[in-house]
């Protein structure tokens, strides 16, 4: 595929969380006075840099917290950097925490007109495409219902069809298909390639070899927040599973 300028570029990105360490008061005071931290200061991301060409599908690949949701989580916007910087062009959408922001007294319809205005369609196009999101979703006779007597495979469809019919360049999924069923599963695996073939940028999150085989041509493996190998998806996915990985620090 022809690439283009890059629709995302991660800048010497680190994330530092600070973990608390449990104390009774006393010991607390006591470590307090003699000047003993209470909390230590832990690298999520380590000076991580990499650009992501517009119409690219990149996977973000390694082990149980080594930091691809907080590297996602920065991307799309909802978390800062503490050094370095990323740059997207174009409408991002990320399916990240979905149904995040659906409230649960709200019905459903009452839900897609909120959500897809967030994510910054206006009135008349989200009645454009109303049909189509409650269609993709197929919950169509709960439509009036308060979410919150959604079963969590209903309100995930329909908060993951909002997020994905929306206007977007951009779209981060983060491991989101595990949710969903079988046939559900199938319909977004089809939709992901449609918006591949509209040359969408994609980042994808996931431990399912299979979907990200299929989805992404490029594969970014790291560990403890550092990039540890960017290449063509089939070699990143080797590297993954190789001793070098595993012995990486
Ligand atoms: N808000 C937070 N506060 C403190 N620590 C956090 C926070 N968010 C993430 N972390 C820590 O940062 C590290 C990276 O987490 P992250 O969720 O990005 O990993 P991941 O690669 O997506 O993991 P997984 O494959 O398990 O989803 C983990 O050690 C996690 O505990």
Redesign the pocket.
């Known amino acids: 595929m022809e690439q283009h300028q890059p629709a995302i570029v991660v800048d010497h990105v680190s994330k530092h969380?600070s973990?608390k360490h449990t104390h009774s008061m006393k010991e607390a005071f006591i470590g307090w006075t003699k000047g003993k931290k209470l909390r230590s200061d832990?690298t999520?991301l380590n000076d991580l840099s990499f650009d992501v060409a517009e119409g690219e599908s990149v996977a973000l690949l390694?082990?149980?917290?080594?930091?691809?949701?907080?590297?996602l989580k920065i991307m799309s916007g909802v978390m800062p950097p503490d050094e370095g910087t990323v740059m997207t062009r174009g409408r991002v959408a990320g399916l990240i925490e979905v149904g995040a922001g659906f409230h649960p007294d709200l019905t459903g319809r009452e839900n897609v007109y909120l959500n897809a205005a967030i994510l910054g369609m206006k009135q008349h196009e989200i009645d454009a495409i109303f049909e189509q999101i409650v269609d993709f979703a197929e919950i169509r006779e709960f439509l009036d219902q308060e979410v919150k007597y959604y079963s969590s495979g209903m309100f995930m469809r329909l908060a993951f069809s909002v997020a994905i019919h929306v206007e977007l360049d951009i779209l981060l999924v983060d491991?989101i298909l595990s949710v969903g069923d079988a046939p559900f599963r199938e319909k977004c695996r089809l939709k992901f390639q449609e918006m591949i073939a509209q040359n969408k940028t994609m980042v994808v999150?996931s431990?399912d070899m299979e979907m990200v085989r299929e989805l992404c041509g490029r594969g970014i493996v790291i560990k403890r927040g550092k990039k540890h190998f960017d290449g063509p998806i089939e070699q990143a996915i080797e590297y993954l599973g190789s001793e070098d990985y595993q012995l990486a620090e």
């Open positions: 969380f973990l832990f999520a390694g082990y149980n917290g080594s930091g691809k949701s907080t590297m491991e999150v431990h």
